[in-house]
Structures are given as structure tokens and as C-alpha cells.
């Protein structure tokens, strides 16, 4: 069983940052893959950055790249996702997820509300 905890969410300007944090339990949290998905009020979940295991291949959404950065401290059991650049549009509840033996985990989720 794989629990993940978000935190760093808040709210922030159009333009301002905000880095999420999701601490996460399990003795082989380095083989997960990770990443973040976002619900924006009614919208369907959507994909927002992945990272693998050993922090080698990340992929981006279209709409955050060259603003949002994903990365991992498989020391810390932790996955980070930094957003700079912030827009309106990307106000939601961010979840985070883990990818281990064929499961997909989700936890609770942050609110990310960015103002204009």
C-alpha cells in the first residue's frame, strides 16, 4: 500500500509561484513513477507532469511547459512540482500519483488558486 500527501498549495497572483510538495510512504518509493494531475471546477482530471523512477525522463503537459518543473529526492521519498509563471487557468485541486506494481495511487489533493 502506497499513501501519498500533498502539500503546498495556496493562493497566489497571476505571475507568482507555488511548489507543491507529496511526501510519500513505502520502503520502494524509488521504483515508483510519479507525477501530478489537476481538476479544475467541472473539468475532468487531467495530466499535468510524470517523472520516472530515477528522475531520467519527465514529460510535461503542453499547457505548463517551460513553467512547471517536476523532481524527485528518493532520499526524501518526495516528489516536487515547481510552477512559476502562474496563470488563472491553472487554479485547481492538484492530486498527486504513483505508479508501483501495476496500481496507480492518488492522494487527497492541494488547491492551487491563482487570482488575476
Known amino acids: 500500500q502506497v499513501q501519498l500527501v500533498e502539500s503546498g498549495g495556496g493562493l497566489v497572483q497571476a505571475g507568482g509561484s507555488l511548489r507543491l510538495s507529496c511526501a510519500a510512504s513505502?520502503?520502494?518509493?524509488?521504483?515508483?513513477?510519479m507525477g501530478w494531475f489537476r481538476q479544475a471546477p467541472g473539468k475532468e482530471r487531467e495530466f499535468v507532469a510524470g517523472i520516472s523512477w530515477s528522475a531520467g525522463n519527465t514529460r510535461y503537459a503542453e499547457s505548463v511547459k517551460g513553467r512547471f518543473t517536476i523532481s524527485r529526492d528518493n532520499g526524501k521519498n518526495t516528489v516536487f512540482l515547481q510552477m512559476n509563471s502562474l496563470k488563472p487557468e491553472d487554479t485547481a485541486v492538484y492530486y498527486c500519483?504513483?505508479?508501483?506494481?501495476?496500481?496507480?495511487?492518488w492522494g487527497q489533493g492541494t488547491q492551487v488558486t491563482v487570482s488575476s
Open positions: 513505502g520502503r520502494t518509493f524509488s521504483s515508483y513513477v
Open positions: 500519483y504513483a505508479d508501483e506494481g501495476g496500481n496507480r495511487y
